[in-house]
């Protein structure tokens, strides 16, 4: 079953709303309505992600099963808590047509952050207590330019090879 979406989750999202966690959010970006449920969590396993986090998303309302409406706005839409910091997420952008398939080589920066997120919090997390500071300002980017911004530090931390990979994530 592959699950997208709802206006309240969105609106959720970018208002960074207590409703969801920081692992949960980099889990929320992979629903695009073509993935399921199996592949989201496969691909966010090292971010912690479990069953447990996607059926409290979608008791939330902020996510439906991809054959019904995401305009469903969910039970909890005119009591949404908003944390102080309410600001919208850098980088992070919606994409409007769900279904069509992104041409190899023309990611939107939403799919680039969901891809290198993971690799970041893995090479960070390998460095030990070394890496800690690095780690919790991976943990604080809130999208695609701010890990971005983050590269030259991982690559000075881990060096270039062992980030090769996340900068193939981020950049093709």
């Not at 309505?33 to 986090?53: C, F, P, Y």
């Not at 939330?60 to 305009?71: F, K, P, Q």
């Not at 949404?80 to 952008?93: D, I």
């Amino acid at each position: 079953m592959a699950l997208t979406k709802t206006d309240l989750g969105q609106r959720a999202f970018k208002e960074r709303s207590t409703l969801l966690s920081a692992r949960q959010r980099s889990a929320f970006i992979m629903f695009d309505g073509v993935k399921s449920i199996e592949q989201v969590l496969t691909a966010s396993v090292g971010l912690g992600i479990a069953r447990s986090d996607v059926d409290q998303m979608v008791a939330n309302g902020l996510l439906v099963e991809a054959a019904t409406s995401a305009h469903n706005s969910g039970p909890v839409a005119a009591s949404l808590p908003v944390s102080a910091s309410a600001q919208p997420a850098v980088g992070v952008e919606a994409r409007t047509s769900r279904s069509e398939p992104q041409p190899v080589g023309q990611r939107t920066n939403q799919e680039r952050y969901a891809q290198a997120w993971p690799l970041a919090t893995k090479l960070t997390a390998a460095m030990g207590i070394r890496g800690f500071r690095l780690n919790l300002a991976i943990e604080a980017a809130g999208g695609y330019d701010d890990l971005l911004a983050l590269l030259p530090k991982i690559q000075a931390a881990v060096g270039p090879e062992k980030a090769a990979d996340f900068e193939r994530a981020l950049k093709s």
